[in-house]
Structure formats: structure tokens, C-alpha cells
């Protein structure tokens, strides 16, 4: 029960900590029976969230045993279906406890619950696949040996792609791909486990690149950012949608890093570094794709103006406190998103209910109705300053061609 009230409540709130979210392959994602999700990792918490939030079923996914030190928290996140999974650095002595992990993931699935898991175990904010650890594998066997093998066990990988990872009002890309389904491993596995689970996870790594954005070594980062931000400047979408389904645009992106790799030369770097650098210099912000709002038109602007001031009046204390505490507490960049996330929706949840509640018991009960009120007026707000953004770089770009 309290997953689905959160995950109403959160799904909403992705659509203001994102500016857009791009789903593909969903149709691969099952809409009954047991499935494991394996999908990369490159920013922390807010990965299981954005993946459990695409799909329309109830998911548990594995998160850090340090998590789940005191009893309430233990039930607070099972409730949420958090399953906690033991590291070395959480004491030798812990990693027994797994064996508890797995069979507890074993029972989900025998129940037909759909379990995500992120191979690669850590978190880095990179755009490549790292090394995988074979902990789903030996899940989806031990769990199609104790169903005697009747039963389908799916496994969809996931490519998670940020635009920006520790940006707000960015975008990210999910990628479904197709299942690998275990029965076709039956009968190797039962006279070759150990092989049989590296081909699988040989395969699963193949799926997952399949539908990730991969820039191969650091050094070719940055151009290749600039490069994705040139072809992304020619996309717009419109300014009150968050969620695309069934949409072209990661593979998009996967073809402009393809076609990046295969020219790379200094001169080509040169050329992108250059771009940006005057793009910087004139004010245009190496943004994702463009909101579209009437061209020529400044009638959304210009009504929305003092709705959108309200919006920043309510919003700006919460906002702050969200801002200051992830600052404060956030040490390593990987948690920046997540956090800010989380700070930012609990924050704006408290101040609501202290000026409903304020304002209701001075003035009027009618007044409750800014606990609802203040959420949607932030994400007015963003928009309204989205389309501000926007504006002001067709009058820039619009300046410029005057000049010329």
C-alpha cells in the first residue's frame, strides 16, 4: 500500500525534477509473471526510481545493506520494496546474509514479482558499462530450479541514459530491451553452471550496451557531449510533456556517438570545442532538446507571469532548504540528483501542510487546498521559466542574424 501511494506521488514529482523522460522498448517489459531488470549504474538511487516509475507494475530492486541498520528502517523499506544486499566493505562476516537476499529474490519471483538489479553493483557517472557481477544470473537459475523449470524467467536489460547526471530539469532516456529468457540455458546449465552463467552474462551485457549511450575512453567526453548537444538542439517537444513512450530518440543519439567514434580526429575535436566555446560566449546555454511554445508569440509569457511569480513566492523556501541541505550533505557528485530529488519533495510536502495549515486556521479551511496548490504551481513555475529560457535564446539567435 505505501508503494503505491509513493510511487503516485513520486511518479508526479519526476515530472518536475525532469524535463523530459524517453521510454522505448516498453512493449518488452511483461505485463504478468516473474521478470528481472538489469540495467546500468551511474546515479545512485535515482536509477531504481526513474526505472520503477516507467513501468506500470509494483518493483523491489537491491539497494546497500548500510541502509537498513536500525528495525524501522527495515520495515519502512521493505514496505517500499527495498531488498538489501551486502558488500565487503559492510563486514565479511555480512556476506552470508546474501544467501538470505537471494532466496527472499527466488520467492518474488516464484510469486510472479518483477525484481530490478544494477550488475555492475556501484554507481559511477560515466556513459560506459563496467564489469558485471553475476548475482542476477545465479537469481534467474536458482529461482527456474526450485519452479523445475515451468515457469518463463525473463530478463530485460535496461539502459539508463542521463543527458546531464547531476543537472535539475534535465533528461534521461530508458531503453527496454528484448528478453533473454532462461529456458533456453536449461540444459547446459545442468552440466555446466558455471560456464552457462557467464554466457548469460555475456548476453546480458550485449543487450544492455544495446541500449545505452557509450562514449568508449574519457578523453573523448566532452567533444562527444558537445557533438550530442548540436543534434539535440535540433529537437523540440512540447512544454508540458514529461513522458514519451515508444520514441525514437535514444536511438537517435545512439547513431550521432556512432557517427562521433567513426570520424574523432583532433581537427574534429577542435571544431566541437570551438563550437561550444562561442556558444558560452554569446549566452546560449549547451542545453538538451528545446521546448516548443509559439514561435513569435509571448501570450504564454505574459499570462503566465503572475502565476509564475506566485509560484517562485510559494516555492522559494523549499526550493532553498533543498538546495542547502544536498550542498551540505552531498560528498560525492553521484548522489547530487538522488538527493536533491528527495530533499526537494519532502521539503515542498512539509511547507505545504505549514501554510495549509497556517493560513487555514487564520483565514479560512478552504486554504487547506494549498497542499495541493503549492506542487502544482512549482511545476507551472519551471515551465513558465522554460519558455522565459527559450524566448530569450530566439531573441539572441534572432539579434544575431540582424548583425550578420
Given at each position: ?9 513520486v ?7 525532469y524535463?523530459?523522460i524517453?521510454?522505448s ?5 511483461p505485463e ?8 546500468n ?6 536509477d531504481a526510481i526513474?526505472v ?11 539497494a546497500?545493506?548500510?541502509i537498513?541498520k ?30 538470505d537476499?537471494?532466496n527472499?529474490c527466488?520467492?518474488?519471483l516464484?510469486?510472479?514479482e ?23 544470473a ?8 526450485e519452479?523445475k ?5 525473463p ?11 547531476t ?9 527496454f ?6 529456458s ?6 545442468k ?15 550485449k543487450?544492455l550496451?544495446s541500449?545505452?549511450?557509450i562514449?568508449?575512453t574519457?578523453?573523448q ?10 543534434a539535440?538542439?535540433e529537437?523540440?517537444y ?6 514519451y ?12 556517438i556512432?557517427?562521433?567514434?567513426e570520424?574523432?580526429?583532433?581537427e ?8 561550444a566555446?562561442k556558444?558560452?560566449s ?6 538538451s532538446?528545446?521546448?516548443e ?9 505574459i ?7 506566485i509560484?517562485i ?7 532553498f532548504c533543498?538546495k542547502?541541505i ?8 553521484q548522489?547530487?540528483s538522488s ?10 510536502l512539509i ?13 479560512h479551511?478552504v486554504f487547506?487546498l ?12 519551471l ?5 522565459l529560457?527559450?524566448?530569450?535564446i ?8 540582424k548583425?550578420?
Amino acid at each position: 500500500m505505501l508503494y503505491k501511494v509513493l510511487a503516485v506521488i513520486v511518479r508526479w514529482w519526476l515530472s518536475i525534477h525532469y524535463k523530459r523522460i524517453f521510454v522505448s522498448g516498453i512493449e518488452n517489459f511483461p505485463e504478468k509473471g516473474p521478470a528481472l531488470l538489469a540495467a546500468n549504474h551511474s546515479n545512485a538511487f535515482l536509477d531504481a526510481i526513474t526505472v520503477c516509475l516507467s513501468v506500470k507494475r509494483p518493483v523491489w530492486f537491491l539497494a546497500r545493506a548500510d541502509i537498513f541498520k536500525k528495525n524501522w528502517q527495515k520495515k519502512l523499506l521493505h514496505a517500499i520494496h527495498i531488498i538489501p544486499v551486502y558488500r565487503i566493505r559492510d563486514g565479511i562476516e555480512n556476506m552470508e546474509k546474501n544467501n538470505d537476499t537471494f532466496n527472499f529474490c527466488v520467492k518474488l519471483l516464484e510469486n510472479n514479482e518483477v525484481i530490478l538489479m544494477f550488475p555492475e553493483g556501484n554507481a559511477v557517472p560515466e556513459k560506459r558499462l563496467r564489469p558485471l557481477k553475476k548475482g542476477i544470473a545465479r537469481i534467474a537459475f536458482q529461482a527456474a530450479e526450485e519452479l523445475k523449470w515451468e515457469k518463463e524467467i525473463p530478463i530485460i536489460s535496461v539502459g539508463i541514459n542521463y543527458v546531464n547526471h547531476t543537472q535539475f530539469r534535465t533528461e534521461v532516456m530508458l531503453g527496454f530491451s528484448e528478453s533473454l529468457n532462461i529456458s533456453q540455458y536449461e540444459n547446459s546449465y545442468k552440466t555446466e553452471p558455471n560456464q552457462t552463467i557467464r554466457r548469460c552474462m555475456v548476453e546480458i551485457g550485449k543487450n544492455l550496451q544495446s541500449k545505452m549511450i557509450i562514449i568508449p575512453t574519457k578523453e573523448q567526453e566532452y567533444a562527444a557531449e558537445i557533438a550530442l548537444y548540436i543534434a539535440r538542439s535540433e529537437r523540440s517537444y512540447k512544454i508540458r510533456k514529461t513522458w514519451y513512450f515508444e520514441t525514437d530518440r535514444l536511438a537517435a543519439e545512439q547513431i550521432t556517438i556512432s557517427n562521433f567514434i567513426e570520424r574523432d580526429t583532433k581537427e574534429l575535436r577542435n571544431k566541437l570545442y570551438s563550437f561550444a566555446e562561442k556558444s558560452h560566449s554569446i549566452s546560449i546555454p549547451m542545453w538538451s532538446a528545446s521546448s516548443e511554445i509559439p514561435e513569435g508569440k509571448l501570450i504564454y509569457l505574459i499570462l503566465g507571469f503572475i502565476p509564475a511569480f506566485i509560484g517562485i513566492l510559494l516555492n522559494f523556501i523549499p526550493a532553498f532548504c533543498a538546495k542547502k541541505i544536498t550542498a551540505k550533505i552531498v560528498k560525492d557528485p553521484q548522489f547530487t540528483s538522488s538527493i536533491l530529488l528527495g530533499t526537494g519533495l519532502f521539503f515542498t510536502l512539509i511547507w505545504s501542510l505549514i501554510l495549509a495549515v497556517v493560513v487555514a486556521v487564520i483565514i479560512h479551511p478552504v486554504f487547506l487546498l494549498l497542499i495541493v496548490l503549492i506542487p502544482i504551481l512549482a511545476k507551472f513555475t519551471l515551465l513558465w521559466l522554460d519558455a522565459l529560457a527559450i524566448q530569450r535564446i530566439r531573441f539572441i539567435k534572432l539579434s544575431l542574424k540582424k548583425k550578420k
